[in-house]
T-cell receptor, first 110, second 114 residues
Framework: RKEVEQDPGPFNVPEGATVAFNCTYS??????FFWYRQDCRKEPKLLMS???SGNEDGRFTAQLNRASQYISLLIRDSKLSDSATYLC???????????FGAGTQVVVTP | DVKVTQSSRYLVKRTGEKVFLECVQD?????MFWYRQDPGLGLRLIYF???????EKGDIPEGYSVSREKKERFSLILESASTNQTSMYLC?????????????FGDGTRLSIL
């Protein structure tokens, strides 16, 4: 079983719409979570950290549900430039190793 | 701005060859990492290093070795390349105490083993 699982998508989203997707993690001891964004044929870049209380950064909102062991990312008012693969990441607390999900592809269409 | 530079964007090698992938970072980061990324599997950690001349195995170290002779440089070595090592290889660096949010990645090397 993978440590971090994501729906690979693609999620096809009309421009201006809202899209949300989750990822689940298996290690209940994980404390820190992140969303990375990866454009086609480019390197992953940190999008946002995910805090226990949830956090918002502009059009992006991340939520953590510890009871069900999932985190979510919501994108409001989608832009064409939001088209990318979004990687869910959990930090293994035992030795600081990151566990990456395989990514969720989002395609925003005009 | 942190710059992590990988020596090649695309590389084609033959089975059995010894392959070197080089990574250099310019921000004096203590931590350096090598990942491979395959469709449906996400990024998997091959090796990492928390200091010069120090290395630790990640999740999939078999068939690989690494070298960190200088702080800014972390090399990944495929001792005898095999076709199942065809993949995208990503190098990353971070400061010592930064968690998952502090990883800076290079552009990646797409390696094909024929």
């Amino acid at each position: 079983r993978k440590e971090v699982e994501q729906d690979p998508g693609p999620f096809n989203v009309p421009e201006g719409a809202t899209v949300a997707f989750n990822c689940t993690y298996s290690n209940s001891a994980s404390q820190s979570f992140f969303w990375y964004r990866q454009d086609c044929r480019k390197e992953p870049k940190l999008l946002m950290s995910v805090y226990s209380s949830g956090n918002e950064d502009g059009r992006f909102t991340a939520q953590l549900n510890r009871a069900s062991q999932y985190i979510s990312l919501l994108i409001r008012d989608s832009k064409l430039s939001d088209s990318a693969t979004y990687l869910c990441v959990a930090l293994d607390p035992s030795w600081g190793k990151l566990q990456f999900g395989a990514g969720t592809q989002v395609v925003v269409t005009p | 701005d942190v710059k992590v530079t990988q020596s090649s964007r695309y590389l084609v090698k033959r089975t059995g060859e010894k392959v070197f992938l080089e990574c250099v970072q310019d921000m004096d980061h203590e931590n350096m990492f090598w990942y491979r990324q395959d469709p449906g599997l996400g990024l998997r950690l091959i090796y990492f290093s928390y200091d010069v001349k120090m290395k630790e195995k990640g999740d999939i170290p078999e068939g690989y070795s690494v070298s960190r002779e200088k702080k800014e440089r972390f090399s990944l070595i495929l001792e005898s390349a095999s076709t199942n090592q065809t993949s995208m290889y990503l190098c990353a660096s971070s400061l010592r105490d930064r968690g998952g949010g502090g990883r800076h990645f290079g552009d990646g090397t797409r390696l094909s083993i024929l």
